[in-house]
């Protein structure tokens, strides 16, 4: 067991983990933060995603140990005082899901996509989201929500 | 009581943001795998790396000594208990189909079978223990091609896959129009064809595809207390009580099924699965809550796939393109089990392959074939998509044949505006179409002559980048009902849906549907159709289901049936509610029910401005003070709606 100390949606946490133990199964299993899912064992789905110290990760694919010292943020953690992220609200106006799995994680990659690239083109946000799968939507509605998002200076 | 908003004039076809979108975009979400009970143990899987095999024996002792391990199960272990996987579809009478176990006992028939089950005490144990069950095989000839295990049998050699069955071929299903009364000879037609006409016969092959919703499966089993509960990642969790019931001997009334949000299924979670049924027997025997979750690997092998089929076709046609007769030979792949309802799913492209055309003679004949593969079953349209492939490709080949243009020989061949209603050569009624007015739009939102007449000038000038164009039309039939049409091609259930609507005192709107979301947006579009239906405010209506003690009863979600289905189940249950509210405000209004008119949720006195809302109604229902003699208190309808057509 290893002891690490961190900090997720703003709460400072502290846990002894195996050192194989995943990210994504620290937040789920140890603290509960099950609005992170697990669509696969190969990191090709990015339902996963979360921040760490700002930057999109696929938290199946980091280490909880890694994460030690560091800042995460799920997407439990992304509205702030009951107000949703642009994006969380783009993607509701732009009905960009459906069965919602994938969500999670095409949101917080969205959030970091813009706050790389604020203004991107189509192309280049399709791009940024490579990394994420959805199964329902055929991506269409995911892309229009991102520019919905782009172009909302909230 | 009061509403919370203004009503619209009408919230179908209204643009809402999707009730179920908040807890989505915001991680407050149910998945099955989220579920922790008091005391649960994990399930990992031990599944065989061969297609085909027999097992020679099974080491559990060096997982059973392993940490936090609680039990490793055999096939040989719980052979009495387990319980066994139905085909609830059996197409013919003498159609052969192995005995599906949760849990093989002594013999593998595809590779992700389910050998031994480890339970542990964490999810991590268990599938640290699962790698240390030592399985030995004796690999056996495994059918994989389809023709050749179509091909094979005890004779004339060749893999079986389930050698005891002697052959790989489980059933043949045969719908013929000049037998059936529907249309003439197909083969005479042909034959005709072949002398003055135009015969095309092509081959074509439906690749075999996985479902791969995004929410991998997921099972969650607590036998605490009197009833035994089960979580699941399915799209059908009434089903699924029945087949536990049925194969299980646990009473239907001892259990409750729950389908929590359900991350997609696209037929892929129509299914009633080992993994359910090991969950089921594990807990049981154990007396504790158990969990299992596929990871994706497991998912693309034992989750049940789709299509896998060869479709010869036979198409004839007098000279002009007019067609004359068309005959389907179609071979089915159904893999190593005929599963829930896997050997009907090829069948239901029967009445799809004359699609929207007129063919005087049709035929068509499918064979199901055993292989050593993952089982197939529903997946998008099952059956109804490979169809209109076929069809769709040999129109375009008898375009070329004929040399028009492929929009051309369609219209030549499809059924008139005129001719509606009209009953096709399979059988089935269509009540009404214009495919002239819609070709004719779609054509002009496509600017198809002028991307034709694009695509010629690329071709005379040998334009480095040249023009393709696809014409498809489709149809399909869609909600799987009635009843009655499934019970004459031997389906297994019905085809209504079930819906409650409970009027709260509040004046609050509870409404309960059979059918089972997995993304489609329920909780949306019913609340819309009751808004409606009742005059109450979108957000003053609550859409509950999928939980076997409050959906009661309900087929749930499959074949592009919630809406058709479901939503006319819900909308004869809300004019139930206002049939009983009638009498109950003509009392409180002191006015004849043939005095007073529904509409926008308020019963009105003809003549006056004196009237209730129905909200108001239901409050003075649940006081229940002064009602008319003889009239319970209580608003709350039932209704089950069986279409008539598909």
């Not at chain 2, 295990?149 to 050699?157: L, M, V």
């Not at chain 2, 005709?192 to 089993?221: C, H, T, W």
């Not at chain 2, 299980?248 to 359910?276: C, M, N, Y």
């Not at chain 2, 009237?611 to 229902?621: C, D, S």
Request: glycine residues 10%.
């Amino acid at each position: 067991m290893t002891k690490i100390s961190l900090t997720v949606d703003g709460d400072q946490v502290s846990d002894d983990v195996e050192p194989r133990m995943l990210l994504v199964q620290y937040l789920r299993e140890k603290l509960g933060k099950t609005g992170t899912v697990i669509g696969c064992d190969t990191s090709n789905c990015g339902a996963c995603t979360v921040h760490l110290d700002g930057t999109s990760v696929k938290s199946c694919n980091v280490l909880a140990v890694q994460a030690d010292g560091g800042e995460v943020t799920t997407i439990e953690g992304l509205a702030q005082n009951g107000q949703l992220h642009k994006v969380q609200e783009a993607f509701r106006e732009c009905h960009g899901l459906q069965c919602g799995f994938c969500t999670p994680g095409m949101i917080m990659q969205s959030v970091d996509l813009l706050k790389e690239n604020p203004n991107p083109t189509e192309e280049e946000i399709r791009l940024g989201l490579e990394g994420n799968l959805c199964r329902c939507t055929g991506y269409h509605n995911i892309v229009k929500a991102v520019q919905h998002a782009a172009g909302d200076p909230a | 009581m009061t509403a919370t908003q203004e009503r619209p004039t009408a919230e179908i076809g209204r643009d809402r943001r999707r009730k179920e979108d908040q807890r989505l975009i915001t991680g407050r979400t149910r998945w099955t795998d989220n579920l922790v009970l008091p005391g649960m143990l994990h399930l990992a899987m031990v599944r065989s790396p061969f297609a085909h095999a027999t097992i020679s024996s099974i080491d559990v002792a060096e997982a059973k000594a392993s940490p936090n391990v609680v039990a490793v199960l055999t096939g040989q272990d719980v052979a009495e208990e387990q319980g066994v996987l139905i085909n609830a579809w059996p197409i013919t009478p003498d159609q052969k189909a192995p005995t599906h176990t949760p849990v093989a006992v002594d013999r593998v028939s595809f590779a992700g079978e389910i050998v031994a089950v480890v339970v542990a005490r964490s999810a991590a144990a268990a599938r640290d223990a699962a790698e240390l069950v030592d399985v030995d095989y004796d690999e056996l000839p495994a059918a994989l091609d389809l023709k050749e295990a179509a091909a094979a049998d005890a004779d004339n050699g060749g893999a079986l896959a389930h050698p005891d069955l002697g052959t790989n071929k489980s059933a043949f299903w045969k719908f013929d129009s000049a037998e059936a009364g529907t249309g003439g000879n197909v083969d005479e037609a042909i034959e005709k064809a072949r002398g003055d006409g135009i015969v095309i016969e092509r081959e074509y092959r439906q690749q075999r595809l996985i479902p791969a919703f995004m929410e991998p499966r997921s099972v969650v089993v607590d036998p605490t207390g009197e009833q035994l509960t089960m979580w699941s990642a399915t799209q059908i969790p009434h089903i699924l009580r029945f087949a536990l019931a049925a194969t299980t001997g646990i009473p239907e009334s001892k259990i409750r099924v729950i389908a929590p949000d359900v991350g997609g299924g696209f037929g892929g979670k129509l299914q009633t699965t080992p993994e359910e049924w090991i969950a089921v027997a594990a807990a049981r025997r154990l007396g504790k809550p158990v969990k299992y979750t596929e990871t994706r690997s497991e998912s693309l092998v034992a989750a049940h796939h789709g299509r896998d089929q060869w479709q010869r076709l036979t198409l004839s046609a007098e000279k002009d393109g007019t067609v004359t007769g068309f005959k389907v030979d179609l071979l089915a792949d159904l893999g190593s089990h005929v599963s829930l309802v896997g050997g009907g799913v090829p069948v239901l492209g029967a009445f799809m392959f004359n699609a929207i055309y007129k063919f005087p003679a049709y035929q068509f004949n499918c064979q199901t074939v055993l292989t050593n593969k993952t089982w197939t079953d529903a997946y998008r349209g099952a059956g109804r998509p490979e169809a209109t492939y076929g069809i769709e490709r040999m129109m375009d080949e008898l375009a070329t044949e004929v040399g028009v243009d492929p929009l051309e020989i369609r219209e030549k061949n499809w059924i008139k505006h005129e001719e509606f209603p009209f009953t096709t050569v399979a059988g089935l009624e269509y009540d009404s179409g214009n495919y002239e007015a819609a070709t004719a739009r779609a054509k002009e939102l496509f600017g198809y002559d002028e991307l034709r007449a694009e695509q010629k000038k690329r071709r005379d000038d040998g334009d480095p980048v040249q023009l393709g164009i696809g014409i498809s039309t489709f149809t399909e039939m869609c909600g799987l009902a009635p009843s009655r049409v499934l019970g004459s091609l031997d389906y297994g259930a019905g085809g209504w849906e079930h819906a409650s609507v409970r009027m709260l005192a509040t004046g609050k709107v509870e409404v309960i549907t059979g059918a089972s979301a997995h993304g489609q947006g329920h909780e949306t579009a019913f609340s819309q159709i009751v808004a409606d239906r009742l005059g109450v405010a979108f957000e003053d209506v609550e859409v509950l289901h999928g939980d076997t003690q409050v959906a009661h009863k309900g087929l749930d979600t499959y074949g592009s049936r919630s809406l058709v289905v479901g939503g006319e189940a819900l909308v004869r249950a809300a004019d139930k509610v206002i049939e009983k509210a009638k009498p109950i405000a003509a009392h409180l209004l002191e006015a004849s029910a043939d005095d007073l008119e529904f509409s926008d949720g308020r019963f009105g006195v003809r003549g006056t401005d004196q009237g209730m809302a129905i909200g108001e109604i239901a409050t003075a229902v649940f006081a229940a003070h002064n009602l008319p003699d003889g009239v319970e208190p209580s608003l709350d309808s039932d209704a089950t709606y069986d279409p008539v057509n598909f």
